[in-house]
T-cell receptor
Framework: KQEVTQIPAALSVPEGENLVLNCSFT??????LQWFRQDPGKGLTSLLL?????REQTSGRLNASLDKSSGRSTLYIAASQPGDSATYLC???????????FGKGITLSVRP | DADVTQTPRNRITKTGKRIMLECSQT?????MYWYRQDPGLGLRLIYY???????NKGEISDGYSVSRQAQAKFSLSLESAIPNQTALYFC??????????FGPGTRLTVL
């Protein structure tokens, strides 16, 4: 059974800092991995999708990497801003017709 | 207009009542999903549908049922609500294995 872990559960950083959010998964035979953002009381917004054949994806100040062999993904946020404050979740799909398995998320607070 | 809409957005009900949560999408996606989110437990899949005639149980389907009335509509029912079904419920859609798009959520409280 696939398990997805995100540690720490919460993180607080000063504005302008570059930061890395970690995600680990137990079964390295994944189909793809996604990073989502969730604002309090709101739905999830997809940030980046990495296919199993890819090593990284970039969107603006965000860069997500994938290392299947070690069961790890990282989300790099450059020059963090208070507007980046939210919960970030990673989710793994094991097969084409399998469900997404979500981590519990990392709640990020960027201090002005 | 939002691509994925959920109604109602908030609902307070009593134990034993039947509740229906509705989800509509305008993205033309084939796959639709229902999740619940609880503090400390994360997102868990209740039911999912790959097309109108394909309904599948997720990891926590007991106490819930669904109906895929059309490609664009997927409803979740609680036949007899109980307090531990108090949670934030999300509908999501996706095309194949592409990213999923989430609705704004329904906050359900069962007293």
């Amino acid at each position: 059974k696939q398990e997805v872990t995100q540690i720490p559960a919460a993180l607080s950083v000063p504005e302008g800092e570059n930061l890395v959010l970690n995600c680990s998964f137990t079964d390295s035979a994944i189909y793809n991995l996604q990073w989502f953002r969730q604002d309090p009381g709101k739905g999830l917004t997809s940030l980046l999708l990495i296919q199993s054949s890819q090593r990284e994806q970039t969107s603006g100040r965000l860069n997500a990497s994938l290392d299947k062999s070690s069961g790890r993904s990282t989300l790099y946020i450059a020059a963090s801003q208070p507007g980046d404050s939210a919960t970030y979740l990673c989710a793994v799909r094991t097969g084409a017709n399998s469900k997404l398995t979500f981590g519990k998320g990392i709640t990020l607070s960027v201090r002005p | 207009d939002a691509d994925v809409t959920q109604t109602p957005r908030n609902r307070i009900t009593k134990t034993g009542k039947r509740i229906m949560l509705e989800c509509s999408q305008t993205k033309g996606h084939d796959r639709m999903y229902w999740y619940r989110q609880d503090p400390g437990l994360g997102l868990r899949l209740i039911y999912y549908s790959f097309d109108v005639k394909d309904i599948n149980k997720g990891e926590i389907s007991d106490g819930y049922s669904v109906s895929r009335q059309a490609q664009a509509k997927f409803s979740l029912s609680l036949e007899s609500a109980i307090p531990n079904q108090t949670a934030l419920y999300f509908c999501a859609t996706g095309q194949g294995t592409d990213t999923q798009y989430f609705g704004p959520g329904t906050r359900l409280t069962v007293l």
